[in-house]
């Protein structure tokens, strides 16, 4: 069975609420139940921080597992600022593929640029919470 983990960084725990003219009116646990649906031979395991360094430990702790298929990570504002994220996509094995709910580019300069990307499999942004399914898609 393949194995997903999807990580999610700060504010996104309000998703459905925070926004919604941005990020929808879905909230994650709701958009978690379709995607377990549409996918049901896929283990989808989830973990959401508003800390930098909770995210880390998560990728250290899963990166190297063999039944991972990959991650797909959305580190919401971190991705504009975390050197040390980057750091640990880059010393991890497992793929990481990069998701915005929005489509970065064309929101607010300081959102242009990623210092995760160069670090990931790929990137994904846009396409509201289907971003994610995209990201699974693209592991498998």
């Known amino acids: 069975m393949a194995k997903i983990l999807i990580i999610n960084g700060p504010n996104l725990n309000l998703l459905g609420t925070r926004e919604p003219e941005i990020y929808g009116r ?30 880390i430990d998560r ?10 298929n990959g991650i797909v990570l959305n580190a919401g504002a ?13 010393a991890i094995d497992r793929p990481v ?16 640029t990623s210092m995760l990307t160069g670090a990931c499999r790929g990137i994904i942004a ?5 971003s994610y399914r995209l990201a699974i898609e693209a592991l498998l």
């Open 126 to 130: 846009g396409f509201g919470l289907d």
């Open 78 to 90: 971190y991705s504009h600022t975390s050197l040390a994220i980057a750091d640990a996509i880059r």
């Open 26 to 55: 879905v909230s994650m646990e709701d958009f978690l139940d379709a995607l377990r649906q549409d996918y049901p031979a896929v283990t989808i395991e989830y973990f959401q921080s508003n800390h930098e360094g909770d995210i």
């Open 97 to 112: 593929v990069e998701v915005h709910i929005s489509n970065t580019a064309a929101r607010e300069q300081v959102r242009h």
């Open 59 to 68: 990728l250290h702790e899963n990166g190297f597992d063999p039944e991972i």
